[in-house]
């Protein structure tokens, strides 16, 4: 029946199931990684100064307005070198997330930093907490709401993500939903643009309830550093 024309794959082991959960085996990893890189990584060039502080935050500064696409060939020589391309753990897409390379999110994050009162770091000091603990009992409940609005974004944006899987994953049963949504745009037969809504309607469900759920957070985190009168 045409109804279940969308559930159909392309002679392979992939279908739009099984390219959901590839997105979701690169996304949750991602977005988990990322927080806990960039809020240790925020953390550090918020609450501490150390040799090379201020050098090392201008590096950050410049990062964060380098373009991706001028990475993209030599991170795939690299990670070809490697053998990381088409890994079935999508080493490429994943890996680099626990060293923070999502600058803008630890530049949103020092800026939440600063709005928050050393004295509590003083006051948990005090009651003998370590740097480690303040920013687990101290730090991280008061920042919740940025935390929130990183993980949104990086969720979204992973979800959407096509240049990366499209560079790093060659075997189609691994290919993420952004890449299988585009599979199904076949421009010698023409589009069934019935198939390809539907899909793509399939596909951003999973984001708009995690957003939805996640909303009450989200603005919170938005609105935190606002002017307030």
Not at 123 to 129: F, N, R
Not at 195 to 218: E, K, M, T
Request: charged share 15%.
């Amino acid at each position: 029946m045409q109804r279940f024309e969308l559930l159909k794959g392309y002679g392979g082991d992939i279908n739009i199931w099984t390219s959901m959960l590839n997105t979701y085996k690169i996304v949750i990893p991602k977005v988990i990684l990322t927080i806990v890189s960039c809020t240790f990584t925020a953390y550090g060039f918020a609450r501490f100064k150390f040799k090379g502080h201020d050098f090392m935050f201008m590096l950050l500064m410049a990062i964060l307005f380098l373009p991706n696409v001028v990475l993209n060939v030599p991170q795939f020589i690299m990670y070809n070198k490697w053998g990381w391309v088409d890994s079935p753990l999508y080493l490429p897409l994943i890996v680099p997330t626990l060293f923070a390379q999502d600058t803008y999110f630890v530049f949103m994050l020092i800026q939440f930093l600063r709005n928050i009162p050393k004295e509590l770091d003083e006051a948990a000091k005090i009651d003998g907490c370590s740097a480690l603990g303040t920013l687990w009992h101290v730090i991280v409940p008061v920042l919740k709401p940025a935390m929130t609005s990183a993980a949104l974004f990086q969720f979204m944006w992973s979800t959407n993500d096509f240049m990366g899987p499209l560079l790093y994953v060659s075997t189609p049963k691994r290919y993420p939903a952004a890449i299988f949504v585009k599979m199904s745009m076949d421009a010698d037969t023409g589009f069934s643009w019935n198939r390809i809504l539907a899909l793509s309607l399939i596909s951003i469900i999973p984001s708009l309830v995690v957003f939805f759920l996640a909303q009450d957070q989200f603005i919170d985190g938005v609105t935190a550093g606002s002017v307030k009168g």
